[in-house]
T-cell receptor, first 117, second 116 residues
């Protein structure tokens, strides 16, 4: 069964520092992986997704993630943190059903990113 | 345009009230979803409609009743809720998960529900 584990429920960085949010997946088949961001009192916004087209995926707001099959990882990075990056980040994996449809996203528990001035 | 709208933004209701949450998208998406999100937790899937038919019900109590009047609209009817049902209710839509395993779900801003 597909699942994701986010290491670190809370990450704190200084403004301008590297952001690294960790996500490891468990999947018996090549996974489809997503990173979403949720700002306070808002819905989820897609940052980027991996669909096997390229291992390095670039997303919005300067974020990118690298798919590493050997490490079963899909970590999210940003070279320089901005105050506006403070939010909850969720890694997710899609799960197909027996009929070949993909309705379900399995989310990690989330990582709260705080950015200090 | 990847906008999913939800109304109302906030809702306070008593345990005997009947209320409805509304979700709308105009992206031509064929799947729509309801999620429940408690504080500091990831969203939990409740229902999925695909081509206006209920495809998934994640064993949600019957006091939550979904409805999909057309391909752009999704409602969640609430009746006799409990205080523990207080949460952020998120709606999402996606193009067509029957054709694309990497189908992206686009989320609305949510309705913050408080049950007294």
């Amino acid at each position: 069964a597909q699942s994701v584990t986010q290491l670190g429920s809370h990450v704190s960085v200084s403004e301008g520092a590297l952001v690294l949010l960790r996500c490891n997946y468990s999947s018996s088949v090549p996974p489809y992986l997503f990173w979403y961001v949720q700002y306070p009192n808002q819905g989820l916004q897609l940052l980027l997704k991996y669909t096997s087209a390229a291992t390095l995926v670039k997303g919005i707001n300067g974020f990118e993630a690298e798919f590493k099959k050997s490490e079963t990882s899909f970590h999210l990075t940003k070279p320089s943190a901005h105050m506006s990056d403070a939010a909850e980040y969720f890694c997710a994996v899609s799960k197909g059903d027996s009929g070949g449809s993909n309705y379900k996203l399995t989310f990690g528990k989330g990582t709260l990113l705080t950015v200090n001035p | 345009d990847t906008e999913v709208t939800q109304t109302p933004k906030h809702l306070v209701m008593g345990m005997t009230n009947k209320k409805s949450l509304k979700c709308e998208q105009h992206m031509g998406h064929r799947a729509m979803y309801w999620y429940k999100q408690k504080a500091k937790k990831p969203p939990e899937l409740m229902f999925v409609y695909s081509y206006e038919k209920l495809s998934i019900n994640e064993s949600v109590p019957s006091r939550f009743s979904p409805e999909c009047p057309n391909s752009s609209l999704l409602n969640l009817h609430l009746h006799a809720l409990q205080p523990e049902d207080s949460a952020l209710y998120l709606c999402a839509s996606s193009q067509d998960p029957t054709r694309d395993l990497a189908d992206t779900q686009y989320f609305g801003p949510g309705t913050r529900l408080t049950v007294l």
